[in-house]
């Protein structure tokens, strides 16, 4: 990789990555604007070797909470070495774009962070890319959209090649986005109602889930929200037995001008597999909306229809109550992609649901009420997020 990288000025630009990685991905909101020292840091690169170097740093320190989340989510079939493995993989796959897309010359270096981030935004990179540096826009560049996406891009090559000029560019979007952008918005008629239903549907079990569903409907009655939104497979499978068993509750509901969402999984047609989403019963129209992207690997399995399919096209937003809610379950909301999607659509609110009883001891909850909060506040919208724990 050269001599440079065992020089001073490497190790301290590797140490500054991997400590605001680790800090940006902590699961605390306030810390996210330090990813940014990640692209700096990328495009002051002498080589496309030491580029990579600095990537498969910034990676390898803010995706940690890969291994304790592995170890979890496999439960007893898992170990801390499978954990470790799928990080480190994980991590190098992540920076190898960023390496392909280091430029030497200027001005063609401009381009290098765009395209890395392109790269590692986009499938299939982008169906891994969780901690990616564009989620820092939100804190940074509240209100500005995409165009706060397209600041991410080429302001650290500015303030690299022109640091004065760059830096008074940056300070100064910085400071207008803060003072011009509106304040948090908030829907009183929608609510969340998390659970606590822990591990209980791993195995079928007719009885809890029974309970379950009389405690849910209990809490939808008691509810005076125009919308009432649940967590990710609240009711772990769908069928037409099953509705009919709900369908005294949606008539409720519907009567009070009410709408529920809820998770659950459905079979796939043609498949043995099965569609993760969100159920829409009420007086809103009835819908099932679908996830896009499952979990790699544990539910959607490439090479097998058992699974959950992979649907990285399709409508990213559907209509409730007068809004275009944008839907993002579980493991969507640690990538970019499927956020930046469903943005195309202009969406209202974004609506998070997610079943983290798995994540409970991690930081991955944290880390996605801090990634829907700051999309959120990217694009001026409200958010809401219901879990499972």
Same mark, same amino acid.
């Given at each position: 990789?050269?001599?440079?990288?065992?020089?001073r000025p490497?190790?301290?630009?590797l140490?500054a990555?991997?400590v605001c990685?680790?800090?940006g991905w902590?699961g605390?909101a306030?810390l996210?604007?330090?990813?940014?020292?990640?692209?700096?840091?990328f495009v002051?690169?002498?080589n496309r070797?030491?580029?990579y170097?600095v990537?498969?740093?910034y990676?390898?320190a803010s995706?940690?909470?890969v291994?304790?989340?592995i170890v979890?989510?496999?439960?007893?079939h898992?170990?801390?070495w499978?954990?470790?493995?799928?990080?480190?993989?994980a991590?190098?796959?992540?920076?190898?774009?960023?390496?392909i897309?280091y430029f030497?010359?200027?001005?063609a270096r401009y381009?290098s962070?765009g395209?890395?981030?392109?790269m590692?935004?986009?499938?299939?990179?982008?169906?891994?890319?969780w901690?990616s540096?564009?989620?820092s826009a939100?804190?940074?560049f509240p209100?500005f959209?995409?165009f706060?996406i397209v600041?991410?891009?080429l302001l650290p090559?500015?303030?690299?090649r022109?640091?004065?000029v760059?830096?008074?560019?940056?300070?100064?979007?910085?400071?207008t986005?803060h003072?011009?952008?509106?304040?948090e918005a908030?829907?009183?008629?929608?609510?969340?109602?998390d659970t606590?239903?822990g591990r209980?549907f791993?195995r079928?079990?007719?009885?809890?889930e029974f309970?379950a569903a009389?405690l849910?409907q209990?809490?939808a009655?008691a509810?005076?929200?125009? &919308?009432? %939104?649940?967590p990710e497979? #609240?009711?772990?499978?769908?069928n037409?037995?099953?509705? *009919?068993?709900w369908?005294p !509750?949606?008539k409720?509901l519907a009567?009070?001008g009410q709408?529920i969402?809820m998770?659950?999984t459905?079979?796939?047609?043609?498949?043995?597999?099965?569609l993760?989403?969100?159920?829409?019963?009420?007086?809103?129209?009835?819908?099932?909306f679908?996830?896009?992207v499952?979990?790699?690997?544990?539910?959607w399995?490439?090479f097998?229809?058992?699974?959950?399919?992979l649907?990285?096209?399709?409508?990213g937003? &559907?209509a %409730?109550?007068g809004e275009r #809610?944008?839907?993002?379950?579980c493991?969507?909301?640690? *990538?970019a992609?499927?956020? !930046?999607?469903?943005?195309?659509e202009?969406?209202?609110i974004?609506?998070g649901?997610?079943?983290d009883y798995?994540?409970?001891?991690?930081?991955?909850p944290?880390?996605?009420q801090m990634?829907i909060?700051?999309?959120?506040?990217?694009?001026?919208?409200?958010?809401l997020?219901?879990?499972n724990t």
């Open positions: 990789m050269g001599s440079w990288l065992y020089s490497a190790l301290v630009c140490a990555t991997a990685g680790a800090l902590s605390h306030f996210l604007p330090f990813v940014f020292v990640f692209p700096l840091a002051a690169q002498r070797q030491s580029a170097g990537a498969l740093t990676y390898a995706s940690w909470p291994v304790p989340a979890s989510f496999f439960g007893p898992s170990n801390r499978l954990g470790v493995s799928f990080w480190l993989v991590a190098s796959l992540l920076a190898v774009p960023w390496g897309c030497s010359g200027w001005p381009a962070v395209a890395a981030l392109a590692t935004t986009l499938p299939p990179i982008g169906l891994i890319s901690a540096p564009l989620t939100g804190l940074l209100g959209g995409w706060g600041a991410i891009a090559a500015l303030i690299v022109r640091p004065a760059g830096v008074i560019a940056t300070i100064g979007l910085i400071a986005a003072a011009i952008a509106p304040r908030h829907r009183a008629t929608w609510t969340t109602i606590t239903l209980q791993d079928i079990d007719p009885v809890r309970q009389t849910i209990k809490l009655l509810s005076g929200a125009r &919308v009432i %939104i649940f497979t #609240a009711i772990p499978h769908w037409e037995a099953v509705e *009919l068993f369908e !509750l949606f409720a009567g009070r709408t969402l998770g659950t459905i079979r796939a047609p043609g498949s043995r597999g099965r993760n989403g969100v159920l829409i019963r009420g007086s809103d129209k009835s819908a099932f679908i996830q896009s499952p979990v790699p690997f544990s539910m399995r490439p097998d229809d058992s699974g959950f399919p649907r990285i096209t399709g409508p937003t &559907v %409730i109550a #809610a944008g839907i993002l379950i493991y969507e909301m640690l *990538l992609w499927p956020v !930046l999607r469903l943005s195309a202009h969406p209202t974004l609506v649901v997610a079943n798995w994540a409970r001891e991690t930081p991955v944290a880390v996605q990634c909060s700051a999309w959120a506040r990217l694009f001026s919208v409200p958010w997020l219901a879990r």
